[in-house]
């Protein structure tokens, strides 16, 4: 999150020399001289495709079209393969606000609205085309829809106790929102006719907090040290909107219910380690509280390292009562809980940032290179066999292996900086060779041993969901302004 960050693939770590040090590393804060504000936003472009394996389940394994607007449709006889689906890619817009104060050299505060950089939302189709005519999506058992947003109200303060090192905290009384689409069978077959759409929308409220260490051992070396920490597992608490029969050719034939839920949703902290080496000016200030990078510099390089717990992922669970009515005057309770496997693991990842003052103090230019090890890629064992892949992995989520390249500049007039910055982040995705996500059932829960049964049971696709090919990309403009005073 900033520009400045953006545009060095990251590592701001041991820089933190504008206001979003609040976010990078909080103890950047008393290295602010005056009064400083920066307004922001990343501008995300996401780009996420699913290939599931196999081909669709048929009339055999209780697929059933009539009534429905694939009627007219062959795909149940002729079970043509899955195709690609891919999200639609909408811009994604992550704002920061933030102003810092620093009324003497040895302390500074700082406030602002910070917004995790990610992916938040993604729409996949609910119906595609395929060789034998309209079919339903192959993913809709995955998800449809995810609309994730995080928003931390920070409070930070800062203290040089010696001329050396900083310290800072923040604390962060945070919110989000969790929205998201996807599909259950009430007898769990892959039967459009007995689709049941599922539109989940609540809120929670959790505590997190920045801690941030700078210490300078000499001129021209900075260490850094921040860790964000969350109040984990977040509870989620809203409404899930059922409708029956949401493919019913006939729209008077869907019926739609709300009930109360809660989503249990895990969060994981991080901490980051930074070394920053820079070359001085001459006549640049002795003191560190008096140098400013852009004008005391000729130039930069930082590597930061970071630890994520993503392990703490490893289920989301949702907890509804209510009735779902599946007609006027008729209804079922509402699934009493549906756990959702993630099995995420622990990850760690690379920043590489490097910074020229072109004209000292008018304008800098930047670049920067980032890798990060995926949350939901990777070996897993299932049933004592090592495999190369997570069997839990799903599209709501974007925890692949990526890397990513950045470049950035900044503009100085005065008391004003504007800044602009774009990354391109690559990644290989995933292939699951052996999924092991059920179609979630209102009834009784699916096994591999339903689904292994024959003609009059679920088709295999019904236990393998998930199995397939991810890929994904993700490009990202960002820009912004701060002031001087």
């Known amino acids: 999150m900033g520009v400045e960050a953006v545009g060095r693939g990251g590592a701001f770590a041991a820089r933190a020399s504008d206001p979003l040090a609040l976010g990078h590393n909080v103890a950047g804060l008393v290295g602010l001289a005056g009064v400083q504000w920066t307004a922001s936003a990343n501008i995300g472009f996401w780009s996420h495709c699913f290939t599931r394996d196999g081909r669709y389940d048929g009339v055999e394994s209780g697929v059933e079209t009539r009534g429905t607007v694939f009627a007219a449709s062959a795909y149940a006889t002729a079970r043509p393969a899955y195709p690609e689906v891919c999200n639609e890619p909408m811009p994604a817009v992550v704002p920061q606000v933030v102003v810092t104060w620093r009324p003497r ?50 409070l930070g303060v800062a203290v040089a106790p010696t001329p050396w090192l900083r310290l800072g905290a923040a604390v962060q009384p945070s919110f989000g929102h969790f929205a998201g689409v996807t599909m259950a069978n009430a007898i769990g077959s892959q039967s459009p006719a007995t689709d049941v ?114 392990s703490q992922l490893q289920q989301v669970v949702t907890r509804s009562t209510g009735i779902v009515e599946v007609a006027p005057g008729m209804g079922a309770p509402a699934t009493p809980e549906v756990v959702l496997r993630r099995s995420w693991r622990d990850t760690f990842g690379l920043r590489l940032g490097a910074e020229r003052n072109v004209i000292p103090n008018k304008v800098a230019v930047r670049a920067g290179f980032s890798w990060d090890l995926g949350a939901q890629t990777g070996q897993r064992t299932y049933n004592g066999r090592v495999l190369a892949w997570n069997p839990d992995a799903g599209i709501d989520t974007a925890g692949y292996d990526t890397f990513g390249l950045s470049l950035g500049a900044s503009l100085r007039f005065g008391w004003l900086t504007v800044d602009v910055a774009y990354q391109h982040a690559f990644s290989p995705g995933q292939t699951v060779a052996l999924g092991r996500a059920p179609t979630l059932s209102g009834t009784a829960p699916i096994t591999a041993a339903d689904c292994a049964r024959g003609p009059g049971y679920p088709g295999p696709g019904a236990c393998t969901n998930n199995q397939g090919v991810y890929t994904a990309s993700n490009d990202v403009l960002s820009i912004g302004i701060t002031g001087r005073h």
Not at 113 to 140: E, H, K
Not at 220 to 234: K, M, Y
Not at 265 to 293: H, Y
């Open 197 to 310: 759409r599922t539109e989940a929308d609540a809120w929670g409220f959790f505590w997190a907090g920045n801690l941030g260490v700078m210490a300078q051992p000499a001129p021209w070396v900075t260490l850094g040290l921040h860790a964000h920490l969350n109040e984990t597992p977040v509870v989620f608490v809203g409404t899930s909107t059922a409708t029956v029969r949401p493919y019913a050719a006939d729209p008077d034939r869907a019926h739609t219910s709300r009930f109360e839920s809660a989503v249990t949703l895990p969060l994981p902290s991080l901490v980051r380690l930074a070394v920053r080496f820079a070359a001085m000016r001459a006549g640049a200030p002795a003191a560190w509280a008096d140098r400013d990078p852009m004008r005391d510099e000729d130039f930069d390089f930082e590597i930061d390292v970071h630890y994520e717990t993503s």
């Open 105 to 154: 050299p040895w302390i500074a505060f700082g406030a602002g609205i910070l917004t995790p950089a990610g992916v938040g939302s993604q729409t996949f189709p609910d119906r595609v085309v395929t060789p034998a005519g309209l079919a339903p999506s192959p993913s809709r058992y995955m998800v449809l829809a995810t609309n994730v947003a995080i928003v931390h109200p920070t």
